[in-house]
Structures are given as structure tokens and as C-alpha cells.
């Protein structure tokens, strides 16, 4: 059973004004202009000066969209391409100079929309975020929501730069504690933190629609995280998320051991995670760049988590069901996904996983030696534990030479695995769960799994000992060839991972199409997400 699409979508298409233009130049009064605009209206800020906050958006009456942006939106690039820093002489500054964040809502707060403004916040320790869509007059320890009709609704992000500083403790690049919202086209930096999570875009007391397209987001924490704090609204699961053609990344000199170290021990942690949330569509994203930390570095986690609430697990509704992830790049990091269907017994009650397509993704240079730290899961392509159903992992290619399933909790069996048409390592341990390795494990902990037609790449016999025939028997129905060259890649080494003419396993899976992934629809699918990667070393002979 696939999972299910979303079923509210945000529409970010321009809406004409309707209303007065009025113009807040440089020393102006932001929040008067906020305060007395109209649905319809448009505030322009200078390009270059400075307004310092914070911000807050007020509810008004009607439906129509209030619209800020700069007085310069020729000095940006043309409607749906990403913003970059170099843009941002184009871009009026709303800053923050304590602890509150830049801007945030009035309860109920809508339709309002962001169009070329840099957000920042400077001159303090810590921050407590630079937009927080969040119904919350103040931050400090606000009165929690605790209806839908509470949460701001209809507010867009567009083409903007919002950023930390190099030294600054920054939680959140945008709190997505809100309903049909979107943050499209924008550059999201310099969010991290110590001894705390930070993400460029999270939330977790939002119902949705959310979108979130071609952004550039860099987080220490989790770049996107959806879940992970308390809910007051009864039953609430941020839903019919969009994540699409999105370049989320850690920059390297966060990464101790790397000679661009800026010297920062900032708490790293993974690029995605969903602690809370349904209908997800991850498409045509670059994950690149991650390393073990402050967890054991697989790059996305899919896990459900109840939450405490005056000292009691008050969650039992959170689930993480229905998640599509197609599409996608992984390279340079530690292990790949974690898919959990259940939280752990100490966490509290929370609704079973289910639903869940991974399909036409690429994964290169995973678990390699610059990206493995001892007693991490260096090089493992997926977890999948705890009782999750209905998974179809289909037509990926990966170069990961980890084991390509890892899994535990034996009294948590994962029911509807359909695992095919997949290319990668087969590893020294192959499929390894609680009973061990090979066929045992695959029965126990996936008692009705598809396993057919996936090219499980050797040598033979693996460093543990395993032999090709051990590999046939345990796996029957699959490919088995000694080394990468044997696949037939066409230029693995410069990352084109193509199956040329003369592979064996060309038009070879159970639909008639070539094993492993789809290159030529990823690349167009990805085209110009982010900058090409370097080479990739050279295959092993």
C-alpha cells in the first residue's frame, strides 16, 4: 500500500493588491505601518536600511493578502529562483537586537506575505528564534495554543534571506507553528546552537498545508524538523507537508575535524527528522554533508515521539505515516534513513507507522572514512524498526558499502516490506537485525517481505566470510556481481551512476525498467537544487 499524497497543497501564486501602497523608508515605523495596513495593501521597506524589532504581524479582518517587500524587487532575480547573501544589498534588514525574535505573530494573525527582506538577529548571546510564526505576543514563555482557531494561518516567506551570526545561539530560522504556510525560494544560515536543537524550519504546533520549495537551509540541529515539542491542540499532526528541490546542507566548518573548523562545537544532529507528521512529500532534494554527533548519523529520521506534558507522555495521537521520499540526492554523509514505526517503549503511546515510499533516490559517498566515527552506522543505508508497515524501498542506487538494512526489536515485527529493483553493497553483514544476519533476519523481522530483483553488490566472499552462495540462498531472486565495475556504471567516479549499454541490468526489474535509479529523470529533477559535487574517488576493481 503506497502512501497517502497530500491533500491540501499552500498556493503561493502572486495575488494582485488590491489596496494603498505605503512606503516605510529608513528610521520609519515598521510595526505603525503593520498595525494600520489593510488586506490588499503593500508596505514597502528601504533596500539597505535597517528596522529593529521585533515585529509583530496583528490579526485583521478580511481575507485579503497584506504584502511586504522591498522597494527595490528589481535588485531580485526573477519570481521562483532562490535568493542567495549576494542579493541581500537588495534587501531592507529586520533584525532583532535581544533575546525576542525579529518577527513574530498575534494570535489568528493571516495573510501576510514576505517578499525580499533579510531577517536577522545580532548583539546577544542567544536568540530565541528570527521569525516565529507562533500566535505569540511576546516569546517569553507564552501561553500555549490550545485551538486551531488560535494558530496563524496563510503566511508566506518569499525570496528572503534570514540568517544567524557565526558566534550567535539561534533555535529557529523560521517556527512553523502555523497553518498554510510556505517558505519558498529563500536562503536559511547560520542556525545552531550548543547543547540544544536548532532547525532552519520547524514546528510542531501547526496543522498545515505547509510548502517548503527551493530554499537553501543549513541547520547544526536538524535542518527541517517537524514534532519535538509539546502540542496543546488535542490531536494535532502537522500535515500535507511539500519539501521539494531544496539544497539542506551543514556547512563544513561546523565539522571538528575539518581543516575549514571555525572552532564552534555546535550540537549537529541529523538533515530531516519527523517526529510528528502525515502526508509528507520529500522530492528532488540534495542532502549533502553530514557526520555523527549529537546522534548516530543517518541524514533523515522518520520516527514518531510522543511528547511530555506536566511530567506525562501527553501525545498518544503522534505518528509519522504516509511519507514519500523520491527523487532525492544523499551524498557525502554518514548512514541514510531511519524509519521507525512505533517510539520506544520509555517514550510514551503513539499511533503505529504506516506508509511509507522510498523510491528513485541516489546515495554516494555514505559512510565513507571522512564521514565515520566509531559506534556510529557508518555506511548503513536504512534502519527500519519498531513495527513500521506498508514500505516500498524501489529503484535506488546506492554506493554505500554498510549493510543496506539494519533492524531491531524483535517483539516489533515490520509487516509489507516490498524491497526491489534497488543497486548498492551488499556489505559484511547484509541485512542485520537482532537474530544475526541473512535470511534469518529478513524472515523474522519482515516476515512478508518482497525481496526480488536487487543487484547486491560483493566482493565475494565479504570481509566477514560471507559467501556469494550463502548471499543466492539467503536472498534468492536477486543479483549477485563480485565489484562495482561488474554493474556497469558509466562514470561512477565522476558521479554518473547511469547503467551503460553493455550492463547486465539494463530493462532487468520486476517493471521492465533498469535496476537501481532513474538518473536521467533524477538529474532533471534536481537540476540546479545545488552546486555539482566533486569527484567521487575512484571505484574499487
Known amino acids: 500500500m503506497l502512501p497517502q499524497p497530500p491533500q491540501q497543497v499552500v498556493d503561493t501564486n502572486p495575488v494582485a493588491p488590491t489596496g494603498k501602497t505605503v512606503h516605510v523608508p529608513a528610521r520609519g515605523d515598521f510595526q505603525a505601518a503593520l498595525n494600520a495596513a489593510q488586506p490588499g495593501d503593500v508596505i514597502t521597506l528601504e533596500a539597505g536600511a535597517t528596522y529593529t524589532g521585533p515585529f509583530t504581524l496583528p490579526a485583521k479582518n478580511g481575507n485579503g493578502w497584506i504584502t511586504v517587500q522591498t522597494n527595490k524587487v528589481d535588485g531580485l532575480p526573477p519570481v521562483g529562483s532562490r535568493v542567495t547573501p549576494a542579493h541581500a544589498a537588495a534587501m531592507p534588514k529586520v533584525v532583532s537586537t535581544t533575546v525576542e525574535p525579529a518577527l513574530r505573530t498575534a494570535r489568528a494573525a493571516h495573510h501576510y506575505r514576505f517578499r525580499g527582506i533579510e531577517f536577522t538577529v545580532t548583539g546577544t548571546t542567544v536568540s530565541y528564534g528570527i521569525v516565529n510564526f507562533d500566535g505569540s505576543a ?11 482557531a488560535e494558530v496563524p494561518h496563510h503566511l508566506i516567506v518569499e525570496q528572503c534571506y534570514i540568517h544567524g551570526h557565526p558566534t550567535l545561539n539561534v533555535p529557529r530560522g523560521v517556527q512553523l507553528n502555523s497553518a498554510h504556510t510556505a517558505v519558498i525560494d529563500s536562503h536559511i544560515a547560520e542556525i545552531h546552537a550548543m547543547g540544544q536543537d536548532t532547525q532552519a524550519l520547524g514546528g510542531w504546533s501547526g496543522p498545515g498545508p505547509f510548502k517548503i520549495v527551493n530554499n537553501y537551509l543549513a541547520a547544526a540541529g536538524e535542518n527541517i524538523m517537524f514534532g519535538g515539542a509539546f502540542a496543546a491542540i488535542p490531536n494535532l499532526v502537522p500535515s500535507d507537508i511539500e519539501i521539494r528541490r531544496n539544497h539542506i546542507t551543514k556547512p563544513l566548518s561546523w565539522k571538528g575535524d575539518d581543516p575549514s573548523y571555525a572552532g564552534k562545537a555546535w550540537t549537529i544532529k541529523n538533515l530531516l527528522e519527523l517526529k510528528n507528521a502525515q502526508r509528507v512529500v520529500v522530492d528532488a532534494n540534495v542532502f549533502e554533508y553530514h557526520w555523527p554527533s549529537a546522534q548516530s548519523g543517518f541524514a533523515m529520521v522518520l520516527t514518531p515521539r510522543s511528547e511530555m506534558n506536566n511530567g506525562a507522555w501527553a501525545m498518544p495521537w503522534a505518528t509519522v505515516s504516509n511519507i514519500t521520499v523520491t527523487n532525492n540526492v544523499f551524498r557525502s554523509l554518514s548512514a541514510g534513513i531511519a524509519l521507525s514505526g512505533r517510539d520506544q517503549a520509555d517514550h510514551g503511546p503513539t499511533v503505529p507507522g504506516s506508509g511509507f515510499l522510498i523510491r528513485n533516490n541516489l546515495f554516494y559517498d555514505i559512510g565513507t572514512r571522512r564521514w565515520q566515527v566509531p559506534g556510529s552506522f557508518a555506511g548503513v543505508l536504512f534502519m527500519i524498526s519498531n513495527g513500521a508497515s506498508n514500505i516500498t524501498i524501489q529503484h535506488n542506487t546506492s554506493t554505500s558499502e554498510g549493510s543496506f538494512i539494519v533492524s531491531d526489536a524483535p517483539e516489533l515485527v515490520n509487516r509489507g516490506l516490498v524491497y526491489t529493483d534497488n543497486i548498492h553493497g551488499f556489505g559484511w553483514y547484509g541485512l542485520v537485525g537482532p537474530g544475526g544476519t541473512a535470511a534469518g533476519v529478513l524472515k523474522q523481522m519482515f516476515p512478508d517481505a518482497v525481496f526480488v530483483k536487487n543487484v547486491l553488490i560483493g566482493p565475494w566472499p565479504t570481509p566477514g566470510g560471507v559467501a556469494e ?47 537501481g535509479a532513474d538518473i536521467d529523470a533524477l538529474s532533471r529533477a534536481i537540476e540546479g537544487v545545488a552546486p555539482p559535487a566533486a569527484a567521487a574517488a575512484a571505484p574499487k576493481p
Open 469 to 515: 552462495a550463502t548471499v543466492d540462498s539467503a536472498y534468492p531472486g536477486n543479483f549477485y556481481p563480485s565489484a562495482v565495475a561488474e554493474v556497469r556504471f558509466a562514470d561512477p567516479a565522476n558521479n554518473d551512476f547511469r547503467l551503460t549499454s553493455r550492463s547486465r541490468y539494463k530493462s532487468a526489474g520486476t517493471d521492465g525498467k533498469d535496476l
Open 138 to 148: 511576546t516569546y517569553s514563555y507564552p501561553a500555549m495554543m490550545t485551538t486551531l
